[in-house]
């Protein structure tokens, strides 16, 4: 018998705080124009979402001590009290300016073409997203052993349940368990039609070398009118020592392991992957 699993056990913590809703538009401060698919959220509350392609938000949150963050690639990440948010339409991010570091160009040999993840075959099983909320991420543990160069992500789906797919994806660190930083400074976004089978990403342009362990996560950043996400299931399989699996609720939620979120789930291993290069 199939596995099919959703995650979704857990009651989004913006329904603790009743149905009070902020909605605003975010823009860049130089242009005036919309900027897409901002995280927002409380961290503090695990409550988040994600704006429109045009800039444009709704936020399901009643009152709070702690500030609104806006975060996007590219911008300076800002707080805003939530006082000040429920008066404001518009939210202006300003551009972020950093110096570029000296670049030192050395001669790297490329050893060993290897598989990060699981490459699943077989169809299998099925694991969806933990939630419906905008922000939402699914990923996988990736093993480093040595210093690597990324060539392709690649996310294997079973079934889709909407006309078109819009994702980010996200490549943190991940040390001992701990999610930190993304290593991309810029969005690596997926724009399909809805399809079966495997969707591989180029990754070479962003010459991403790693030399420790990385979560490959793919974020929900647009529902196609109204469907939700609850059609769209990725490969799995079952295992019987680990799961690599990881996933978030909404914007500022935290990463949990699935036996954080379901203590008595099955160890279960996604089919997200990278083709990579390994560097003497």
């Not at 988040?48 to 300076?76: H, R, W």
């Not at 060993?112 to 699943?120: A, H, N």
């Not at 392709?152 to 701990?178: C, E, H, M, P, W």
């Not at 996400?229 to 990881?246: D, E, H, Q």
């Amino acid at each position: 018998m199939r596995l099919i699993l959703f995650l979704a056990l857990l009651v989004p913590s913006s329904t603790l705080y009743g149905q009070d809703y902020i909605k605003a538009k975010v823009i860049d401060e130089e242009t005036g124009k919309g900027v897409p698919f901002v995280n927002i959220g409380v961290k503090e509350l695990g409550i988040g979402t994600v704006s429109n392609s045009n800039g444009q938000f709704t936020l399901e949150l009643k009152d709070s001590k702690y500030p609104v963050i806006f975060s996007s690639i590219g911008y300076e990440v800002i707080f805003i009290p939530y006082d000040n948010l429920k008066t404001l339409q518009i939210i202006k991010l300003k551009p972020k300016t950093e110096m570029l570091e000296e670049v030192v160009v050395t001669s790297k040999k490329y050893n060993k073409d290897v598989i990060l993840g699981y490459k699943l075959d077989k169809k299998g099983h099925s694991v969806g997203f933990g939630s419906r909320a905008l922000g939402t991420e699914i990923g996988a543990h990736c093993k480093i052993k040595k210093e690597t160069f990324l060539k392709t992500a690649n996310f294997t789906l079973n079934f889709t349940g909407t006309d078109s797919l819009l994702f980010r994806v996200n490549i943190y660190k991940l040390n001992q368990g701990t999610i930190g930083d993304k290593l991309v400074d810029q969005d690596i976004i997926i724009r399909t039609i809805q399809q079966k089978g495997t969707i591989t990403i180029d990754l070479e342009p962003f010459n991403i070398i790693v030399k420790d362990d990385i979560l490959l996560a793919l974020e929900w950043i647009e529902d196609d009118n109204g469907k939700g996400n609850s059609g769209i299931m990725f490969r799995a399989k079952k295992s019987a020592s680990s799961s690599n699996l990881y996933t978030k609720q909404t914007s500022f939620a935290p990463f949990l392991k699935l036996s954080q979120m379901i203590p008595d789930a099955p160890l279960i291993n996604i089919g997200f992957y990278l083709e990579a290069e390994e560097i003497d």
